[in-house]
């Protein structure tokens, strides 16, 4: 380890430092470019390079005091969404196999053959059946209502 008490200060907040390599490098960098800039302007006021050093390390603190502040004003990461985990390409891959099967079951056979009325929605079966099949239920439901009155009285 070196003597230089910067390098000490810096490698102690490094190790501290609870983030990712991309970000440790970052604040690290900014850090010593700050170290560095407070030495340099101490320097110019007349101040000897040790003192310089002492001082600029006086203001910034203790590398556990810069950790732990670090810590606190760091952002937590948030959970994911419900909209984004939606998207996850299981669940455009199951949307997409639907919206396939929904088109498909509209499109005409390539045989020619004719969709039977159990596979048609309820709303298309009234078209589909011949008129008197439709008059047989109609006059089947105004019996049973008949018989339900006769009953209720």
Do not use: C, N
Not at 105 to 112: R, T
Not at 120 to 144: C, F, I, K, M
Request: overall charge positive; cysteine-free; proline content about 5%.
């Amino acid at each position: 380890m070196s003597d230089d008490p910067r390098e000490q200060f810096v490698s102690a907040v490094k190790r501290g430092l609870r983030v990712g390599p991309l970000k440790r490098r970052r604040v690290v960098r900014e850090l010593a470019g700050h170290l560095e800039d407070t030495v340099s302007e101490l320097e110019a006021r007349g101040m000897d390079e040790s003192s310089a050093v002492r001082e600029a390390l006086r203001r910034i603190g203790d590398a556990g005091t810069v950790t732990s502040a670090f810590r606190d004003v760091r952002p937590r990461r948030r959970r994911l969404s419900r909209v984004r985990s939606l998207r996850s390409p299981a669940w455009v891959a199951v949307a997409a196999m639907s919206l396939v099967t929904a088109v498909a079951a509209e499109l005409p056979q390539a045989s020619g053959a004719r969709p039977t009325a159990s596979a048609l929605p309820a709303t298309h079966v009234h078209r589909v059946l011949p008129l008197a099949h439709r008059e047989h239920r109609r006059d089947r439901d105004r019996y049973s209502q008949r018989l339900r009155r006769r009953a209720a009285s």
